[in-house]
């Protein structure tokens, strides 16, 4: 890999290189920030492009628009509580807040440098590691990914802003949405009520964008007067000081190994690692009572470990030629387009392209910074609107976000309901964080658990005897959900 | 309604003010392609690149889009009883066409369709690991039959056509009882399931054999394959039909009912854009295998498909 280096620059640091890096980031930001439309779909619209493209510049244009499409996702989530994706969910918790708080500017600059750190580090990890890692991963069987959700399951506890009976309630509610349609290992249709089009289940970005877009334009509207300031007050990225880092330096690189580790493990993502490395700073980080009201803690949690999982994700597909989730996936069908055979051979037989690849990655990580306080700068103004017209905007933007994914007009009935019902819980004090932590985690958690069951013969203690992994991870998951008792027991000591 | 209904309503109105069309005029207005996956699948991908060739041969414009859900059956569910007008063809592949209708209750079967032409087909094999200690299906027979329970196949999910390769080849085989069927979602854990050692068998079409170290173990097609002459058919090691051919295939259907002229037209384009160079092009850097068949031999074939797959269905507990 190293001794392909100078050859590989040879390919970036071109007029065309350049420009497919520069514009393929910023592309990717805006792609990412709109509502709806994830990496996934970003990645998929820009591949018919490349096709004109030499293998190089194709591949880089992808992975700057999937890099940029992650961090993209924050920027919505923080300015209007509306996550592009499902992996920008936990940036929401504590970046509206800051938002609302008169603080956008700063909550931007918070997420800016924790995504450019979990970036950069993840391509570090991509150029130095893969193999080994790749290798590591393999030991990451059904058994132990059933327990590594159940470590992000716990993080509903520390997410539930007031009542830990509701946040549950709402966990529950999340985890039971996510087993309507076809059973995963049967495939039998369940809880369709015998409706054809729930055999595919509840879209997830239908129901996210409904319960955090479209039930805040409710709540909004319906506490809305005509004289409302704008919704949030922002005129561009203002980074983080150097002494405000203070304390804050141990949290950024936990996120970051979390956002690494995960990435490289089939079938988890970018959502799971932001929800396991914010409850983990939710747990230990010394500011962790400001949780959920506006902590810059909270957010680099989220936004290191998302973007860390961008190279992470990349490991299994480069080294051994296996996706580890749709976009990857669409990575490979780019490779295979470009008339490279992707598998376990692709670094040894292409080690100057994947050297490209590698190092291409590291710059567009680089170039976050800059391109990202540049599209924000120019989104400042479209934020300055008055709030009818801001709430009608997002309400459009999210119909034709969820509309265009799939094109299938049940999604947007599914997206409406989800709407509406999410601005009646939350009225009521239900927080929808735990809702959609349950929906995004319930399959993982149901399919791993069912393989297991089917490995072990249907012995679930058989899960503990050689898998030591996997019984490290289930004390963990059981340490967390304890330790609000802890803290609860002890209140004298903690004062 | 949906938009498929709303496109066929207005589509209807312009026919209205036009005149009735007929073969000699047709295509009036632009064809619709459905892929019934999302956007940059191989799916979506092959339609793209059909689809300019198609147009050039029909004399007429031809549009690509998508509508995605529940393994293809969302879109096939919308195009099902539509306007049999010719103008919207869906691209379906065995499964959608063959398989879902007959484990799920959807609202379409086998009278749905006027098939107009496939376009691919893919024989698929059985694959293990290559460092495995199976070198031949007999190697595995006598394993599974020693160790009753311990091995376990994958696949991508249940009634994927990953599934039914190996329930093709060990229910052929009569050792499906013992042994363990392991879903994944998606071929991609899967994969990487096998090569942690947790499933032994998996299987798929001969495109992936380019991607990892697999060792094919027998190939269910009626000849032996050029890319593997000594992988052994699954007639050769004693798999009975209908097990013994399986194929991912895919091609064109509209709703049934076109008229035969329009159906024979569309059927005609569609063999000069496979046979296009763009179009050969393309199949050649994408290892896609291509398979015309015109619109009287895909119906029989679909037809026959469709009883074949039922005896799979079967045996796959499903």
Known sequence: ?495 | MNNLFIATLTSLALTLGAGTAIAKEFPERPINLVAPFNAGGGTDLLLRAFAPHFAEALGGDVFVSNMAGGSGTVAAAALAGQKADGYQLGYWSVTVATIQPQIKDIPYNVESWTPICSVAASPTVLFTQADSPFETVEDVVAAVKAEPGKYLYGSSGPGAITHLTTVAAFSGLGIIDQMKHLPFQGSGPALQAMAAGTIQFFGDTELLMASGDFRPLVVFNSERLASMPDVPTAAEVGIEAPLNELYLWGGLFAPAGVDAAITEKLSTACGTAINSDGFQEFAERTSTVLNYRNTTDFDAFFRAQYEANSALIEAAGL
């Not at chain 1, 992808?62 to 592009?84: C, K």
């Not at chain 1, 601005?423 to 319930?442: E, N, S």
């Open chain 1, 1 to 495: 890999m190293l001794q392909s280096l100078p050859e590989a620059m040879g390919l970036i640091f071109t007029f065309e290189g350049m420009m497919v890096l520069t514009l393929g980031t910023m592309l990717g930001i805006i792609l990412g920030a709109l509502p709806g439309i994830g990496s996934t779909v970003a990645v998929a619209m820009i591949l018919p492009f490349t096709l004109t493209m030499s293998q190089a510049p194709g591949i880089l244009l992808l992975l700057a628009i999937y890099a940029g499409s992650v961090y993209g996702g924050s920027i919505s989530a923080i300015l209007i509580n509306t996550p592009g994706t499902p992996q920008s969910a936990a940036t929401c918790f504590d970046g509206y807040p800051m938002a609302q708080r008169g603080e956008a500017g700063k909550a931007l600059g918070w997420a800016t440098i924790a995504s450019v750190i979990g970036g950069l580090t993840s391509a570090v990890v991509l150029i130095f590691a893969a193999p080994q890692l790749a290798a590591f991963a393999l030991n990451f069987g059904p058994i132990e990914t059933f327990t590594l959700i159940l470590l992000g399951l716990t993080c509903i506890v520390s997410v539930s802003e007031g009542s830990l009976i509701k946040g549950l309630i709402a966990g529950f509610i999340g985890l039971f949405l996510s087993t309507v349609g076809g059973d995963p290992i049967t495939g039998e249709a369940r809880f369709t009520f015998g409706n054809f089009q729930l055999i595919a289940g509840f879209n997830l970005l239908a129901v996210v964008i409904g319960v955090f877009a479209l039930s805040e334009v409710l709540t909004r509207a319906a506490a809305s007067r005509d004289d409302a300031a704008p919704l949030v007050d922002f005129n561009g990225i203002v980074l983080p000081k150097l002494h405000e880092w203070k304390g804050r330096v141990k949290g950024l690189v936990k996120s970051v190994l979390i956002g690494n580790g995960i990435g490289i493990l089939p079938g988890t993502g970018a959502a799971t690692a932001a929800f396991i490395s914010y409850a983990e700073a939710r747990r230990s980080a010394p500011t962790r009572a400001n949780f959920g009201k506006g902590e810059p803690d909270g957010l680099i949690a989220s936004e290191a470990a998302n973007n860390a999982v961008t190279g992470g994700a990349l490991v299994p597909t480069m080294a051994l030629g296996i996706p580890g989730d749709a976009i990857t996936a669409v990575m490979l069908a780019t490779l295979t387009l470009h008339g490279v055979t992707p598998g376990i051979r692709l670094m040894t037989e292409n080690p100057v392209l994947m050297a490209a690849i590698f190092s291409g990655f590291f710059v567009i990580n680089l170039m976050l910074l800059p391109l990202g306080m540049l599209v924000s700068r120019m989104a400042a103004p479209i934020l300055r609107i008055k709030e009818a017209y801001m709430l009608v905007m997002i309400t459009l933007l999210c119909t034709v976000g969820v509309y265009f994914v799939r094109g299938n007009p049940f999604d947007l009935l599914v997206m409406a309901i989800a709407g509406v019902i999410g601005f009646i819980l939350r009225r009521q004090g239900y927080p929808m964080a735990p809702l959609v932590i349950g929906m995004v985690l319930g399959p993982t958690l149901e399919i791993s658990l069912r393989q297991g069951l089917i490995i072990t013969d249907g012995s679930f203690t058989a899960f503990f005897v050689g898998h030591p992994i996997a019984g490290v991870l289930a004390v963990a998951a059981v340490g967390m959900l304890l330790l609000p008792v802890f803290r609860a027991l002890r209140p004298a000591k903690a004062a």
